[in-house]
Structure formats: structure tokens, C-alpha cells
């Protein structure tokens, strides 16, 4: 069920990924919800060797 989240949110790409990730930390896939908000400080993310 994670993956068919991902997949829609590359589709998509909105909300941002953090808010998805957030979203689905904290609410799970069955209470997702439709306009997610992040709430303090956002960090960056750290660069990869991509």
C-alpha cells in the first residue's frame, strides 16, 4: 500500500514528499489527510551520491 502512495505522489507531486511522509507517519494510509500541513522548523534534506 506505501508503494501505490509513492507511485501516486510521483505522478502527481503535490502535496510535497515531506508532507506525504509526515502524513503518513503520523495518520497511516486510512487517515490520510487531503490537505497536509507541516507544523515547525523544516530542515533540508541531507544531499545523497546520487
Known sequence: ???LTG???LDTRSPG???VAVNLAY???SH???Q???VGP???FPK???
Open 27 to 29: 495518520n497511516g494510509l
Open 17 to 19: 514528499r515531506r508532507e
Open 48 to 50: 545523497t551520491g546520487d
Open 42 to 44: 523544516v530542515r533540508p
Open 1 to 3: 500500500m506505501v508503494a
Open 32 to 34: 490520510l489527510e487531503t
Open 7 to 9: 507511485q501516486w505522489w
Open 36 to 38: 497536509p500541513q507541516l
